[in-house]
């Protein structure tokens, strides 16, 4: 913190991407059941929103304590 540097991070999880969507359906059946909650792939509109969010948000970081996490998966922002 002495730097005045902040960082934030996404970890996302699975996006459904047009590269992505080019396998197999049972393929994507798969990826789209380990995700935890919901059992789908992230949209990356979803993924965009988020980093509006942190772009935008000048106080979106923990100033004490261990970084926050934000774990991004199939689940939308509320």
């Known amino acids: 913190?002495?730097?005045g540097i902040r960082?934030?991070?996404i970890k996302p999880g699975?996006?459904?991407t047009p590269?992505?969507?080019?396998?197999?359906?049972k393929i994507l059946d798969g990826?789209?059941?380990?995700v935890p909650f919901p059992?789908?792939?992230g949209k990356p509109e979803v993924f965009a929103s988020l980093v509006m969010v942190l772009v935008r948000n000048?106080?979106?970081?923990a100033p004490v304590g261990p970084p926050r996490r934000?774990?991004?998966h199939g689940a939308p922002l509320t």
């Open 31 to 34: 990826l789209n059941a380990s």
């Open 1 to 3: 913190m002495d730097m």
């Open 58 to 61: 000048s106080h979106f970081y």
């Open 19 to 25: 590269l992505l969507a080019r396998n197999s359906q």
């Open 39 to 41: 059992k789908r792939m």
């Open 70 to 72: 934000c774990d991004l």
């Open 14 to 16: 699975i996006f459904n």
């Open 7 to 9: 960082v934030n991070a």
